[in-house]
C-alpha cells in the first residue's frame, strides 16, 4: 500500500501536480508573514475583509465569554445556543426565504443537502463546471446525474426535454463560478425549473456579499423569496466559517431529520456563529464596505487591461488562464519572488490545459496594491 501512495505522489511530482501547504502568519486582511517576509494575499475568498474588523473579532470574543468555547455536541442532541436561532433567522431574512439551517461548512451543507433532498429515483442536473462538494452530494445522492454544459440553457433544456415531468428533479449551479468568476443565468434557470417541475438549487458561497447587493445570486436577478434552495458559506465574505441552507420551512425540516452532515456534527463553536452574525448585520448596514470592493473590482479589471490581460468586472474572481502545469508554477512562483501570493490552480480543480492564476481582490486591498499585482503579473507572463 505505501509503495502504491508513494509512486502516486510521484506520479504527481512529473506532472508538476504535487501540492503542499504552506504556514501563514496573517497580519491583516491583505498581508500575511512568511519566513520573516510580508506578502499581499491575492488569493483569498475574504472579499469584503472582515477578517480583522473589529466589530466581528469583538462579537467572536464576546460570544466566547457568553457561551464558552465549543458546543459540547450535534444540536439534535445536546440543543443549540441563542447565537444559532439569531443567526438562522437573520439568514432567512437576508435571503428572503422562510427558514434556514447553519452546517458546519459550506462543503457539508451541499453534500448533506443534496443527498438529502435526491435518491435512486431522482434526476439532478448539474452544471459542468460546479463544485466539487456539489459534485460529491450528487454522487452520494444515487441519483442519475445529467451534465449541462457550462451556463448552457439550451443544453440544459435539450436533457430536460427527455425526462418525464413527474420524475423528482434537481437543478443544481453555482451562482457565482470559484474558478472563472462567472454568473450562472439563474433567470432562466429558474424559468425551467418552474416549466419542467424542478427543484432549483444555488450555491451562493462566492455570491453572497460580492452581487446582487451583496445579497447573491436570486438578488441579482431579481428572484428574490422564488429560488426553492439558497445555499451558502459564512467563510468567503463574512470572514467566519460555516455553511448554511436557505429554503422553505418544510425543506429545512426535512434537512434536519435527513441530512446526516448536519444530524451527526458537532455545532460550530459560539465564535463563529458571533462573528457571522455581526458580518451579516454589517452587509446590510454598512453600504460603503460593498462599494470599496465593487470599486476594487473594477479598478482591477482597469488596471489588468491595461497590461493587456483580458479581464472583466462581473466579480473579483479573476483567472489568468496559462495553460500548462509548468508554465502556471513559473508565473505563480515569480510572483511569489515579488512578495504576491498568487497560487497556481491545477486539475483535478480545473480542467486540463487550463490551468491558471485565480487572483482576487478584496474591498480590502488598495489600488497601489493592485496597481503593484497587475505589473507584476505581466511581467511574470511575459518570461514563459
Not at 511530482?13 to 501563514?24: C, L, V
Not at 459550506?106 to 435518491?119: E, P, R
Not at 435539450?158 to 443565468?185: C, E, H, Q, W
Not at 458537532?266 to 451579516?280: E, Y
Request: proline content about 2%; glycine content about 6%; hydrophobic content about 40%.
Amino acid at each position: 500500500m505505501y509503495e502504491y501512495f508513494q509512486q502516486q505522489l510521484k506520479d504527481k511530482e512529473i506532472s508538476h501536480n504535487f501540492r503542499t501547504i504552506k504556514e501563514y502568519h496573517p497580519i491583516d486582511a491583505v498581508s500575511v508573514v512568511y519566513d520573516d517576509r510580508e506578502y499581499l494575499m491575492m488569493a483569498s475568498n475574504n472579499y469584503l475583509g472582515l477578517t480583522f474588523d473589529s466589530r466581528i473579532q469583538s462579537a467572536a470574543m464576546e460570544a466566547v465569554q457568553k457561551y464558552g468555547t465549543g458546543s459540547g455536541g450535534a444540536r439534535l442532541v445536546s440543543g443549540t445556543f441563542p447565537l444559532f436561532t439569531e443567526l438562522e433567522r437573520a439568514i432567512a431574512k437576508f435571503k428572503h426565504s422562510e427558514s434556514a439551517l447553519i452546517f458546519n461548512t459550506g462543503y457539508m451543507a451541499n453534500v448533506g443537502t443534496i443527498s438529502a433532498l435526491c435518491d435512486k429515483n431522482s434526476i439532478i442536473f448539474s452544471d459542468a463546471l460546479n463544485h466539487a462538494s456539489i459534485i460529491d452530494g450528487c454522487r452520494l445522492s444515487k441519483a442519475a446525474i445529467q451534465t449541462y454544459r457550462h451556463c448552457d440553457t439550451e443544453h440544459l433544456t435539450y436533457l430536460l426535454n427527455n425526462v418525464s415531468k413527474d420524475t423528482r428533479k434537481l437543478i443544481v449551479t453555482d451562482g457565482v463560478f470559484s474558478m472563472d468568476g462567472d454568473i450562472a443565468p439563474l433567470d432562466t434557470l429558474y424559468e425551467l425549473s418552474r416549466e419542467y417541475n424542478a427543484l432549483i438549487m444555488v450555491d451562493d458561497a462566492h455570491a453572497t456579499g460580492v452581487i446582487g447587493e451583496g445579497h447573491g445570486t436570486s438578488a441579482h436577478f431579481g428572484l428574490d423569496g422564488l429560488v426553492d434552495i439558497q445555499l451558502g458559506t459564512l467563510s468567503k465574505a463574512l470572514g467566519s466559517v460555516g455553511g448554511y441552507v436557505a429554503a422553505s420551512k418544510v425543506i429545512v425540516d426535512y434537512l434536519v431529520n435527513f441530512s446526516r452532515s448536519f444530524i451527526f456534527s458537532t455545532a460550530l463553536s459560539p465564535a463563529d456563529i458571533g462573528a457571522a452574525l455581526t458580518a451579516l448585520n454589517l452587509i446590510e448596514t454598512d453600504i460603503d464596505i460593498y462599494e470599496r470592493l465593487r470599486d476594487n473590482v473594477a479598478y482591477m479589471a482597469r488596471a489588468l487591461r491595461i497590461f493587456g490581460i483580458e479581464a472583466t468586472d462581473t466579480t473579483p474572481i479573476f483567472p489568468i488562464i496559462i495553460g500548462n502545469n509548468e508554465d502556471v508554477l513559473a508565473v505563480s512562483h515569480s510572483l511569489w519572488e515579488s512578495c504576491i501570493i498568487g497560487t497556481a490552480i491545477r486539475p483535478p480543480t480545473v480542467p486540463v490545459g487550463e490551468s491558471r492564476i485565480r487572483l482576487t481582490v478584496t474591498a480590502a486591498h488598495t489600488r497601489e496594491q493592485i496597481d503593484y499585482v497587475c505589473r507584476y503579473l505581466k511581467q511574470a507572463m511575459s518570461n514563459i
